[in-house]
Nanobody, 116 residues
Framework: QVRLVESGGGLVQAGGSLRLSCAASGSIFSINALGWYRQARGKQRELVATITTGGSTNYADSVKGRFTISRDNAKNTVYLQMNSLKPEDTAVYHC??????????WGQGTQVTVSS
C-alpha cells in the first residue's frame, strides 16, 4: 500500500518561507499527476498546486507567484516551495494525486502556521 509522508512545516512569520516535502513509498510518482492540498481549521480542503508527469504546473490564484511545486521521480518526492507566506496560508498541508479518480491513503500532513 502506498504511504505518503509530508514534512517541512512549522511556524514562520508573515513574509517568510518554508519548503515542504512529500515522500511516497513505492514508485508511483512517475505515473501520476500530483498535487499539494491544504485544509485550514473549519474549512474544506483545497488544492493549491499541481504538477503533471511532464512537469507542467498549475496554481490556485491565492498562491500564484508565491508557491512553486516540483517533483523528483527518482526520489519519489514532491516539493512545495512557499515564499512570501501570509497568515491565511496557515493550514495542514497534504500531497496526493491530482486530477485522478482516486486518492492514495492520506498522510498525516504537515502543519504550517504563519504569524502576523
Amino acid at each position: 500500500q502506498v504511504r505518503l509522508v509530508e514534512s517541512g512545516g512549522g511556524l514562520v512569520q508573515a513574509g517568510g518561507s518554508l519548503r515542504l516535502s512529500c515522500a511516497a513509498s513505492g514508485s508511483i510518482f512517475s505515473i501520476n499527476a500530483l498535487g499539494w492540498y491544504r485544509q485550514a481549521r473549519g474549512k474544506q480542503r483545497e488544492l493549491v498546486a499541481t504538477i503533471t508527469t511532464g512537469g507542467s504546473t498549475n496554481y490556485a490564484d491565492s498562491v500564484k507567484g508565491r508557491f512553486t511545486i516540483s517533483r523528483d521521480n527518482a526520489k519519489n518526492t514532491v516539493y512545495l516551495q512557499m515564499n512570501s507566506l501570509k497568515p491565511e496560508d496557515t493550514a495542514v498541508y497534504h500531497c496526493n494525486t491530482a486530477g485522478a479518480s482516486y486518492y492514495y491513503p492520506w498522510g498525516q500532513g504537515t502543519q504550517v502556521t504563519v504569524s502576523s
